[in-house]
């Protein structure tokens, strides 16, 4: 690690500022991913402004909808009556992330921008465009069973890791900004970006913008909503692919439906073909497949993630079959 | 002598463990906890590059930060350059190449663990990066293999012949597999203190397996004589074999001596994943011959093992394989060749099962291919070629202990199976969701508890897609060390008053590595003594060797030293009291003083294999162990739930059955682990995974309840007729689980560790 400063923020606007006046500064939330990466190398702030005590700390009814404040525990957040009523795909999400432990200390901004689990770019001895722009991507030709089979460049293939994430995009999450230049806000899925040619941007934040919250509007059918986390081990490792699913049913056809997947792309990926396909179709498993084969078409999986497009396909159709059950 | 009555908590009682409280609260002082005042810390410099020649060090910049008190490279190494267990072809520091990803190539101490680290880094290497050889199979077979060492590649080939080749066999099946580079995944990094003494030597504290052999390596590489350097055994978490070979002890050592202060070396969780050996990755290629009802007629096999780039234990680990290569089955006619190369992948060395664990996993899964082709049950094909007492091994061994394989199985056949799955099949998948609502889990719907499903938590399923399988295996695995090592252990047991007490002190230098040895040393003592109170002293060098935590030998051979001790004592207590009868045993004392012996216990001896031939009496004793595992598993999505794992076990005598079930319980584990999740993810010669967030250690929701039989068939050749018991099962599991998911999916599955593609694409391509 590297020598660094640290300042408690007493308020956002004096985080922003404090991090804006300087290039090498970070916010800190829980650390549970920045602190990782200092002490790899991966990342070395100079400057550490602490967030995790503002007073950002609160769920929040809206208008049918939530307010979730940025440093929001992750467990906290899980645990939310009104989450698991209302959107009970997110609080499944933030279950099946991590561990207890973690998600004790981690928040709710912490979590939508930690960094990718791509090995190569945790590992400070080997090229990598996302740490190092322009070095080189390791992935490529290397091990890429965790990496991108959706929207990857060649320049990079990672996947973004979060699994409350996925559930956030699925459910037309909007964050909201402090920046230097005041306050914004703008949907969840646009947050993220591909990584073209500028894979070292995860997302279109520029430095000095503080997450302050995370808005989940109104979304009565997402009351019936479900993630599904593929993954190596029962508990405690990162999702193979995810999918978050919210599904309204019209008889035996699709009202509605929300559907985002995880593991497959460098962002969470909203699935907007396959919700095209299905709206206004038939619940019945050969839609699911078809629209999740919609969705896929475009995939370009690689020599180590193959088995991921039948996975995901698979994971899709029986997360969909048994909403459509439940809803019968 | 009147000897008060029998003790409790001898052997055979759940004599509770001194260190088990401790270690459960939090407060037991593992060797990452050693301190004292005015120490400095030391750090590592290791490579970059899996394979590549040092053109140049540059100390300079490292030594110019403030708080570096040295900075040392080879040069500074003060005797021998070399060290290793079997051959001393390691380096102590990188000499003008690096032969693996971690290798370390300059060490220093400064008076803040952060400031050494960035010394360290600020420490300038050029390398010029070579081609690095990652293929064992062509490290070993094929001649145009660039070499890793002047010497060759191959670091040991070891055939087995017995009988002829292939003859009149009416069934033949063939297979090839592969098993995963595993790590032994202890929680205690590697870490020790090294403390200068006022004779020019060190009295180093660290947590090891085997601390005599330690110091033989450590002395003359520090150009000091074997009495000048003093080691006590530090609080060890975990070592599975990795801690056989050295880590920080001689590097810690230097810098003591150097700087004359304490120097303590702990390494972080990452550095660790290349401190120490792994478990060596395996190819095997076998054809086994049987008659029509499944009779084994030949068997042949060619077993590949990554050494990585130093010997460390290679060659003993080929010795198992190859001998152990056919598993617990009579055969006549047996050619087997097991090799080991040097790749420049990391060092491969000890880990539980040693050898005879790569084996099993193909053998078993060639038995269950035979059973397929004969139209026999996994269970009647094992028992139609199981051995027993008096059988014959390939190597020409006879077992003469009691080895009632058929009867094991007959007995895990026989029990009960666990209950139906945890999901309602389709149709009534409704059920069970008030059990899951009474839990008070999230959500609203009915369903049943995905804890008990494949997916667990990720709640990929409730029960579509689910199909269940059940598999068996069986391993053998030598116990002690073979091969005509002097393997001995030394007890000192000294019975003495103390508050008016009779009190036995129970001393060696065996390595409590959380086994549960240091509550069995004193089972033994109470005993053997009749005294209730006895004190296990810190195990250290100024008692002679106990030798190695590992092979399973400790209760054998150090309970065998300790049992001696004993009983010499006893003899001199007898003896006084035969010539003063009448006094109890604390009026003796009283009157005679303390009595104090000092005994070596050495197992029956054994031959090295015949390099040409495989044959001769290699083992002193053979352990077995049967597994039966149910799965559940999700076949779309590749996903595997085990359900239950039971397991049969002949221990030939019971020490202590709190510790024992533990054992077993986590040999299974690390089984289990093998077939399912554990693998160090090699590309290049790179670690991908070095940490436990990306390497996978089974989670207590992967890890089934277990059904266990432990049998007391006693071996007539070991004290108490004990049988070593803490590797046999971390071999049977892993075939037995994969055998399992075959059952379940149909899949070949000739990889290990099984992964949720292996099984999905598989199926839904
Ligand atoms: C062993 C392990 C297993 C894990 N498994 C999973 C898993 O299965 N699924 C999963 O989803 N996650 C998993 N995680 C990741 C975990 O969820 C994240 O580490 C955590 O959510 C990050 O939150 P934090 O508050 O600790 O973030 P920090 O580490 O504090 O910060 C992360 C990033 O966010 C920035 N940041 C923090 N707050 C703000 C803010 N208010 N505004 C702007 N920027 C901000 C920081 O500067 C930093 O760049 C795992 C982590 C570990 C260590
Ligand atoms: S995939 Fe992305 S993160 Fe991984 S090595 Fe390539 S550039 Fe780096």
């Known amino acids: ?328 | 002598m009147k000897t008060e009555t029998r003790t409790s908590l001898g052997v055979g009682a759940s004599a509770p463990r001194p260190d088990g409280a401790l270690k459960v609260a939090g407060a037991f002082a593992y060797a990452s906890d050693l301190w004292l005042d005015g120490m400095l810390w030391g750090a590592t410099l290791r490579s970059p590059h899996p394979s590549a020649w040092i053109r140049s060090i540059d100390v300079g910049p490292a030594l110019a930060l403030p708080g570096v008190f040295a900075v040392l490279t080879h040069e500074d190494v003060p005797g021998a350059k070399f060290y290793g267990l079997e051959h001393a072809d390691q380096p102590v520091l990188a000499v003008d190449q690096v032969r693996y990803q971690g290798e370390p190539v300059a060490i220093v101490a400064a008076d803040h663990p952060e400031t050494a680290r960035r010394a360290a880094a600020a420490v300038v290497v050029e390398y010029e990066v070579r081609a690095a050889v990652t293929d064992a199979r062509r490290a070993a077979l094929d001649p145009a293999c660039p070499l890793v060492h002047p010497g060759g590649n191959v670091v040991r080939h070891q055939p087995v012949r017995a009988g002829s080749a292939g003859s009149g066999a009416e069934v033949v099946v063939t297979g090839e597999y592969e098993v995963g580079m595993q790590d032994q995944a202890f929680l205690g990094p590697e870490a020790g203190l090294a403390v200068p003494a006022d004779d020019g030597g060190v009295d180093l504290y660290v947590a090891t397996q085997w601390l005599h052999v330690d110091r033989d390596q450590i002395a003359p590489c520090l150009a000091l004589p074997e009495d000048k350097v003093r080691l006590t055994l530090a609080g060890v978490g975990g070592a599975f074999g990795a801690r056989e070979d050295l880590s920080m002890q001689i590097h810690a050592s230097m810098l003591a001596l150097r700087t004359g202060r304490p120097v303590k070396i702990v390494y972080g969780r990452e550095e660790s994943f290349f401190g120490h050996v792994h478990r060596h990755p395996a190819w095997m290629r076998y054809e086994h011959g049987a008659t029509a009802d499944g009779r084994l007629v030949y068997v042949k096999a060619e077993i590949v093992l990554d050494g990585g780039a130093y010997c460390s234990s290679s060659p003993a680990v080929v010795g198992n394989a190859a001998s152990l290569g056919v598993g617990p089955y009579e055969v006549e006619n047996v050619w087997i060749d097991a090799y080991a190369a040097y790749t420049n992948n990391p060092p491969c060395g000890a880990m539980r099962g040693f050898g005879a664990v790569q084996a099993c996993y193909a053998y078993e899964s060639q038995m269950d291919r035979l059973a397929a082709a004969c139209g026999l049950s996994p269970v009647e094909i094992r028992v139609r070629n199981a051995v027993s007492q008096g059988s014959r091994l390939a190597t020409g061994q006879v077992i003469d202990s009691p080895a009632p394989l058929a009867a094991m199985l007959g007995e895990l056949a026989a029990m009960p199976l666990p209950g139906p799955p945890a999901y309602a099949p389709s149709g009534s998948r409704r059920q069970g969701g008030s059990g899951a609502r009474a839990r008070g889990m999230i959500g609203t719907r009915e369903e049943p508890d995905p804890r008990r499903l494949p997916g667990g938590v990720g709640r990929t399923t409730r029960g579509e897609g689910v199909r269940r399988g059940v598999g068996y295996g069986v391993g053998i695995k030598n116990i002690c060390f073979s091969e005509g090592f002097d393997d001995y252990s030394t007890a000192r047991v000294r019975v003495e008053l103390l508050g008016g007490e009779p009190h036995a002190l129970v001393h060696t230098a065996a390595a409590e590595v959380g086994q549960g040895l240091v509550a069995v040393q004193a089972q033994i003592a109470r005993t053997e003594l009749g005294v209730d109170r006895v004190t296990v002293a810190p195990a250290d060098t100024s008692v002679g060797s106990a030798g190695s935590s590992s092979a399973s030998r400790q209760s054998y051979v150090t309970g065998g030293a300790v049992k001696a001790a004993c009983e010499a004592v006893r003899r001199r207590l007898e003896a006084l009291a035969a010539a003063d009868p009448g006094l109890s045993l604390g009026e003796l004392l009283d009157r005679y003083g303390p009595v104090e012996e000092t005994r070596e216990y050495r197992h029956r001896p054994t031959v090295p294999l015949d390099p040409v031939t495989g044959q001769g009496d290699s083992h002193t004793q053979l352990a077995l162990c049967v597994h039966r595992a149910v799965v559940d598993v999700d076949v779309e999505l590749g996903l595997v739930k085990v359900v239950e794992l039971a397991a049969v076990q002949d221990v030939g005598r019971i020490l202590n059955p709190l510790a024992l079930e533990g054992q077993i319980h986590g040999g299974s584990a690390q089984g289990l682990g093998l077939a399912l999740l554990e693998e160090i993810q090699m590309r290049d010669g790179r670690v991908l995974n070095p940490s436990f967030t990306d390497y996978l250690i089974p989670t207590i929701l992967d890890m089934p309840p277990m059904r266990l039989s432990i049998l007391e068939n006693p071996d007539p050749n070991a004290p108490y007729g004990l049988r070593g018991a803490g590797e046999p099962p971390t071999l049977s599991s892993t075939p037995a689980v994969a055998a399992a998911v075959r059952a379940a999916t149909g899949l070949a599955l000739p990889r290990v560790p099984i992964r949720p593609e292996d099984i999905a694409l598989a199926h839904t391509g």
């Open chain 1, 1 to 328: 690690m590297i020598p660094f400063e640290y300042l408690r923020a007493g308020d956002p606007a004096e985080a922003v500022a404090a991090v804006a006046g300087r290039p090498g500064a970070a916010f800190l939330g829980g650390g549970t991913n920045l602190v990782d990466h200092m002490k790899l190398g991966v990342a070395g702030p100079d400057l550490l402004v602490d967030v995790s005590r503002l007073p950002l700390d609160r769920v929040e009814e809206t208008a049918g909808g939530l307010r979730i404040g940025a440093a929001v525990r992750n467990s906290d957040l899980a645990a939310h009556p009104l989450v698991r009523e209302r959107y009970p795909v997110l609080a499944r999400a933030l279950l099946s992330g991590a561990s207890g432990q973690l998600r004790n200390v981690a928040t709710t901004a912490g979590n939508l921008l930690q960094r990718t689990r791509c090995p190569y770019f945790q590992d400070v001895t080997t090229p990598c465009n996302k740490r190092v722009p322009g070095s080189g991507c390791s992935a490529a030709g290397g091990y890429t069973r965790y990496h991108a089979i959706l929207g990857a460049s060649e320049h990079c293939v990672a996947t973004h890791p979060s699994d409350m994430a996925v559930a956030m995009v699925a459910l037309d999450a909007v964050v909201a900004v402090l920046g230097p230049g005041g306050a914004r806000t703008l949907p969840l899925a646009e947050l993220y970006r591909l990584p073209g040619d500028a894979p070292q941007r995860d997302t279109v934040l520029e430095h000095g913008d503080l997450i302050i919250a995370v808005e989940l509007p109104h979304l009565p059918f997402a009351r019936r909503s479900a993630y599904r986390k593929v993954r190596d081990r029962a508990s405690f490792s990162f999702a193979l692919v995810s999918v978050a699913a919210a599904l309204d049913l019209d008889g035996g056809l699709v009202r509605d439906v929300r559907l985002a997947l995880g593991g497959v792309a460098h962002k969470p990926w909203r699935a907007t073909r396959a919700e095209a396909e299905l709206r206004g179709g038939p619940a019945t498993e050969d839609a699911f497949r078809r629209a999740a084969e919609a969705e896929l078409a475009a995939a370009r999986p690689l020599p180590g993630n193959a088995f991921k497009v039948a996975m995901t396909r698979n994971a899709v159709v029986a997360t969909l079959r048994a909403l459509a059950e439940e809803g019968r």
